[in-house]
């Protein structure tokens, strides 16, 4: 016939298949995990809150190490929470019961540390999600405080955003984070269970 002639491509998933389940170095190896991050090349780390420590696989699923208790710096990581890692493959720590965020190397070794219980610019209340953005900003859900934070991979305070409630741009007890390709910051609530997206500014 006449006429301009148009299509709409759609893709479908014609199927999926599990791929593996890594082989862990004795039953009950992961009692409690809480939180997983990748760095960039590929390998995995994972907090398990029954030992308080943070255990590296490879990307293949071989055991590596485990850090986290000992750590002088520290004696050790109370309450692991959340955890992150930049493009550097330095991983970023919550501890929500010592109010920290907590800096290591990709081997584990101890870096810095920022954060002390209270609720001005450079305090948390339980902190728990943490992500990274592609410039190595670090973003906290500061869950009791019903807010997010932003500081530079350093722990220089950049900004802070939101407020307890329910309006828009409000949080209640955020607890899980993400950022996008385009440097928005999802936010993941517990307290009015939904997600919230922010633009957030570059700079105080």
């Known amino acids: 016939g006449e006429g301009d002639l148009s299509f709409q491509p759609v893709l479908t998933v014609a199927r999926y298949a599990h ?15 809480s939180g997983m991050a990748m760095n960039p090349e590929g390998d995995i780390y994972i907090i ?18 485990a850090w986290g208790m000992g750590v002088k710096e520290l004696s050790g990581l109370r309450e692991p929470a959340g955890i992150a890692v930049d493009q550097y493959g330095n991983v970023y720590i919550t501890d929500a019961r010592r109010h920290t965020v907590n800096k290591f190397s990709k081997e584990g070794k101890f870096i810095r540390k920022w954060g002390k ?32 934070q932003k500081f530079s991979g350093e722990g220089e305070w950049i900004c802070r955003f939101g407020s307890p409630g329910a309006a828009d741009g409000q ?21 009015n269970g939904r997600i919230q997206v922010f633009d957030v500014p570059p700079k105080k």
Do not use: H
Request: charged share 25%; hydrophobic share 35%.
């Open 48 to 65: 398990d809150g029954s030992d308080r420590k943070v255990k590296k696989f490879s990307a293949g699923g071989t055991y590596d190490a």
């Open 117 to 148: 219980e209270g609720e001005d610019e450079i305090s948390f209340k339980s902190p728990a999600g943490i992500a990274v953005d592609g410039q190595n900003n670090v973003y906290v859900a500061d869950t009791d405080n019903n807010r997010v």
């Open 171 to 191: 949080m209640a007890l955020p607890i899980g984070l993400a950022v996008d390709g385009q440097g928005r910051v999802l936010v993941l609530e517990n307290g």
């Open 19 to 33: 791929a593996v389940i890594w082989r862990l170095p004795e039953p009950g190896f992961l009692k409690e995990p």
